[in-house]
């Protein structure tokens, strides 16, 4: 994995102790709430309903143990015992108090992370796929491009304070996992007819109040030319997008204002001034980078299958485990494990500061001492020995981390709603236990099969509500938490919007309602093999509708 050269380091550094001082001259008065609010956004602080809370980069979701122990110390030091992992790969802290934020960023300083750009109107952390590097899908390996973008984009100064927040996925496989259809910039690694490496460049994605697929912009860019055709991309939006209105200022309102054509002509007029100038990437720069990233000293094994294996045990629960939570790895005798952050007992996504230790530990002793953290909020073992396999699940379940429902139902994404956001209009985590009380049978589980439910607490859609096979919104309806559902979203190559399927309910109907819309697809999908969101698109929304509604009357939502 990347390790940090003298520059990131110095770089660093300084940030933290220009931070220090400007808290200091803050929290001393002679820094207003107006000067400051800029300043601590550009250090990942937001000021959150109950207490501060602070987001800890993660680029493209990389950790080493040294890092996840530091974080697990943090957390135990200055907040409550935990931290969660979010939908864009990073940590956060809900509970600490400003006056020690200087010293946590002092404190991640040393073992190489920071806070820079993981909020504020700027160029966010750049996310990847949680296999990447391991994946037998994967044309290259994304996380070299991954790291060239996050040091093109660390305090580019042009950049800084964009008409909105800008968010950037690299995805490589033939599985996007990085959902880079819904990003302001989705990257997809593509080979043209001459073998050579390039990206096909998606631009106008995007979740939250105005949910867009992004749409193709450039089939086939070069890879040398990648940093000044996105500084195009980046200059066109930081000229034209909206800064009157904020709701309107993301990138996918100008491309849809402007229409695609338009916005390529405008980022091609753009880029012929830069296209062949200092930004022109070499095979010495990749080269250089590259070389952050070599694989571990995997050694030469027997390959056996999953089914093998789990026959040497004879344990049921072991082999379900199996089943949802490891994944195919391109070595033989290799595979990437995902220890599951969705025990019912916690909110999705949460993580203990003894199950980070102990996760640092469980990554020493399996996996060449890292990990890595997805977009679903769950940590994942990139190169576990399958002979290794049991005694790993072992150590995992008693800890709580190996909840064998990786991809089903109550493998929620949840972002933290209104027990902690100041946006929120409804609270999240209530309703994720809600649903996973409800469908705790194991078996019905996978009866049921691949589907996945996010839950967002507001328009901002953290919880990437849209593109879930089930998605729900809270939403307020007359000073009161409401929830608006739909079917049918997905992500991926061939990303889709769901659909809202009526009127908004109260909490304590949602349980209901999803059962309503299980039974459904169970009485309607033409085999096992046809998952939730196949059926929903085969048949339509109609059918769904009609169970869940049936028999009442409802008031429609306003606004």
């Known amino acids: 994995m990347y390790r940090y050269d003298h520059y990131d380091q110095a770089i660093v550094d300084d940030r933290v102790k220009q931070f220090r001082d400007q808290t200091n001259r803050y929290l001393g008065g002679t820094l207003s709430e107006e000067e400051f609010r800029p300043l601590r956004l550009q250090n990942g602080l937001y000021i959150q309903r109950y207490a501060p809370m602070l987001r800890i980069a993660i680029p493209y ?3 080493s143990t040294k890092q996840l122990r530091r974080l697990a110390d943090i957390a135990a030091k200055y907040d409550r ?16 108090e400003l006056k020690d934020v200087p010293q946590i960023l002092a404190e991640l300083a040393e073992v190489e992370m920071h806070a820079i750009q993981t909020s504020g109107n700027c160029i966010r952390n750049v996310t990847s796929d949680h296999f990447a590097g391991v994946s037998p899908d994967e044309l290259t390996d994304p996380r070299p491009w991954c790291e060239i973008l996050r040091q093109w984009s660390t305090f580019h100064p042009e950049f800084a304070y964009l008409p909105r927040k800008f968010k950037i996925a690299v995805n490589a496989a033939d599985t996007d996992r990085a959902a880079t259809r819904v990003h302001d910039i989705g990257l ?14 998606i631009v106008g994605g995007g979740l939250g109040r105005t949910p867009i697929v992004g749409q193709v912009i450039n089939e086939f860019l070069p890879w040398t030319h990648l940093l000044s055709y996105l500084e195009s991309i980046l200059r066109v939006y930081n000229l034209h997008g909206r800064r009157d209105n904020k709701y309107k200022a993301r990138i996918k309102i100008l491309v849809k204002a402007l229409g695609i054509e338009e916005f390529r002509r405008q980022v091609e007029a753009d880029w012929a001034y830069g296209k062949d100038g200092a930004l022109t990437l070499t095979e010495t720069e990749v080269d250089r980078i590259k070389q952050h990233f070599t ?8 390959d056996e299958s999953l089914v093998t294996i789990a026959s040497y045990h004879n344990d049921r629960a072991f082999t379900r485990w199996l089943d949802r939570n490891v994944h195919p790895h391109k070595v033989p005798g290799y595979a990437a494990v995902t220890l599951s952050l969705k025990d019912p007992k916690r909110a999705p996504g949460d993580i203990t500061t003894e199950q980070m230790h102990l996760v640092a530990d469980l990554a020493d002793k399996y996996s060449f001492g890292e990990l890595r953290t997805t977009h679903e909020q769950n940590l994942i073992l990139a190169d576990v020995e ?3 396999l049991f005694a790993l699940w072992q150590e995992a379940r008693a800890n709580s981390l190996a909840t064998p429902t990786v991809g089903l139902l109550t493998d929620i994404i949840c972002c933290p709603g209104g027990d902690f956001c100041s946006l929120a209009n409804a609270k999240s985590i209530p309703i994720a236990t809600a649903i ?21 607490g507001c328009m901002n859609a953290c919880g990437h509500h849209h593109v879930g096979n089930i998605g729900i919104l809270g939403v307020d309806k007359n000073g009161s938490e409401w929830y608006q559902v739909s079917i049918g979203g997905r992500q991926g190559l061939n990303a889709y919007l769901g659909d809202v399927i009526g009127p908004s309910f109260a909490a304590a109907e949602i349980p209901d ?7 459904t697809y169970i009485e309607k999908r033409e085999s096992d093999e046809e998952r939730f969101v196949d059926t929903v698109h085969r048949i339509g929304v109609a059918p769904f509708k009609e169970r869940v509604y049936a028999g009442k009357e409802r008031v429609a939502l306003n606004g």
């Open 61 to 63: 979701g990389m950790l």
């Open 81 to 96: 015992g935990y931290g969660h992992i979010s939908t864009r790969q990073n940590l956060q802290l809900n509970w600490p």
């Open 188 to 201: 997809d690694v593509v080979k043209n007819s001459q073998g050579s490496i390039g990206f096909r460049v």
């Open 295 to 302: 694989d571990p000293a995997w050694k030469t094994l027997v």
């Open 386 to 388: 399958k002979s290794e």
């Open 436 to 456: 996973q009380e409800r469908f705790d049978d194991l078996d019905y589980l996978h009866d049921i099969g691949e589907l996945d439910l996010n839950i967002s």
């Open 513 to 519: 309602v999803i059962t309503k819309l299980i039974e």
